[in-house]
């Protein structure tokens, strides 16, 4: 079997998916950027304040992502058999599921903020600072659970491009606001972390509304309306509790891990939970293209599945698992070249400095393994009807691994960059057990059930 498939079609397909998710992906990334960068300025406790506070949204995004990816799953394999009225059924079905968990996680953030923020960590300052971000932020969690599972729901019917075109208007808002509120122009005050929090919270009402709007009254693939919200799942909803719930627990495991760390990365320095936050976006900021190819992937691998066609996915795993190991390479290549100039964006102390450039080391050799491991464990393998094995191995590596071996690190009194390397060693290792799983090829299962 050829290395690389000579079927234009699935380049062509995968490029038209993975385009629009990517630049979606790496806009939602500048929002966030925005904030991270322009609080930045105002040194290590202000940056250190909000990584902390917005690790309430990082886990309910990690929640968002599991119901997504679940919803997906179903909804690319309906998809390949032109089945939309199954595929509405079990958005609205998940819609309601993640407006649910919305309100209960809004309420906690308004209402307990400090209490929240001292489980993340012990330095009161950053408490304090981190405490009018999260309660603010609180409010915007319903807005953004509701708009990104609309996205999804878009992307399952391969309109991708919608999102990109909502997340670079909410950027445009987030930004413009963000220089008049922490800075203080145009008349306003200076309102530092809170003038941050305010700005990310009109862009995410903002982004609601738009997604409502065209997804209820525009889009006409999916033709879904108001009256649509009375649907019921009915034995969809079996069959996400079966396939769905495994996604939605990894993705709980993961929040759980990302708790974990949290509270791991809170008991350190306010230079090194600076220096946490400024590798956390190089993180991002290269891992996004990897997301956008990994979801494409997962459409396509969905699509592909539920049509019958396994030996053309066999073909497809193959080239795939040769394109995310050399973008993982590049990517850990491209984080050496840039982490110099990356750093000095920020107002930091020089020893906070000295913990990036460690950490942006760390980052990468682990990337080339989470390029590898974790786009063909999600794009594969889950997408392609096997969502236990995930939930599983992230389970064993999460649980068994990377918080017990980073706590020892923690208690040792370890150098910073070797906590870090805890943190992401599971990155690597679980390449192992990847090649092996994808290469057997028993993962591709039709969830869907016959029109009748």
């Known amino acids: ?25 790496l806009i939602a990334f500048a929002v966030n950027f925005a904030d991270n960068l322009m609080v930045g300025t105002l040194g290590d406790v202000a940056i250190s304040g909000v990584y902390m506070g917005s690790q309430i949204q990082t886990i309910l995004q990690m929640f968002i992502n599991g119901t997504g990816a679940a919803m ?13 009225e199954r595929i509405r059924r079990i958005t609205v079905m998940c819609i309601k599921i993640v407006l649910g968990i919305g309100v209960v996680v809004s309420i906690l953030s308004i209402a307990l903020p400090t209490q929240i923020l001292r489980l993340l960590t012990n330095d ?36 991708a491009k919608v999102g990109m075109y909502v997340s670079l208007m909410s950027l445009f808002v987030n930004i413009f606001l963000n220089w008049v509120l922490i800075f203080g122009h145009l008349g306003f005050p200076a309102l530092g972390i809170t003038g941050a929090a305010i700005a990310t919270l009109i862009a995410r ?23 649509d919200l009375r649907l019921k799942a009915g034995v969809l909803g079996k069959d996400f509790i079966k396939y769905g719930l495994p996604v939605m627990a990894g993705d709980l495991v993961w929040s759980a891990n990302v708790f974990g760390q949290g509270i ?34 997962g459409i396509l691998t969905g699509k592909t599945v539920g049509r019958g066609e396994f030996e053309k996915m066999k073909a497809y795993a193959k080239t795939i698992q040769v394109m995310f190991l050399i973008i993982g390479v590049a990517s850990g290549i491209l984080i050496l070249l840039i982490k110099g100039p990356f750093i000095s964006l920020y107002d930091i102390s020089d020893q906070a ?71 992401k060693c599971d990155q690597v290792l679980k390449c192992f057990v990847a090649v092996v799983k994808i290469n057997r090829f028993n993962w591709m299962k039709k969830l869907t059930r016959e029109v009748g």
């Open 353 to 423: 400095a000295i913990y990036a450039d460690q950490l942006m080391c760390v980052l990468s050799v682990s990337i080339v393994g989470t390029c590898y491991q974790a786009t063909g464990l999600s794009g594969l393998v889950k997408s392609g009807g096997d969502t236990g094995f995930v939930f599983k191995n992230d389970s064993i590596f999460v649980f068994l691994v990377v918080l017990p071996a980073s706590v020892l690190a923690l208690v040792l009194n370890a150098p910073v960059w070797v906590v870090f390397a805890c943190l």
């Open 72 to 84: 997906l799953i179903l909804i690319a394999q309906y998809w390949g058999k032109q089945d939309l």
């Open 264 to 297: 791991i990365v809170g008991r350190l320095s306010a230079e090194a939970i600076a220096a946490s936050s400024i590798m956390g976006m190089m993180n991002n900021l290269t891992f996004i293209w990897i997301m956008g190819l990994s979801a494409a992937v």
């Open 1 to 25: 079997m050829a290395i690389f498939v000579r079927d234009k079609s699935f380049y062509k397909s995968l490029i038209a998916l993975a385009i629009p998710i990517s630049l979606q992906n």
């Open 205 to 227: 009402i903002f982004e609601c509304a738009v997604m409502v709007i065209y997804t209820f009254f525009i889009e006409k693939t999916l033709h879904l309306r108001f009256g």
């Open 124 to 159: 009161e300052a950053v408490v304090q600072a981190g405490l009018p971000y999260l309660q603010i932020m609180g409010i915007s969690y319903i807005f953004f659970c509701l708009s990104q599972i609309l996205i999804s729901a878009m992307r399952g019917v391969e309109n």
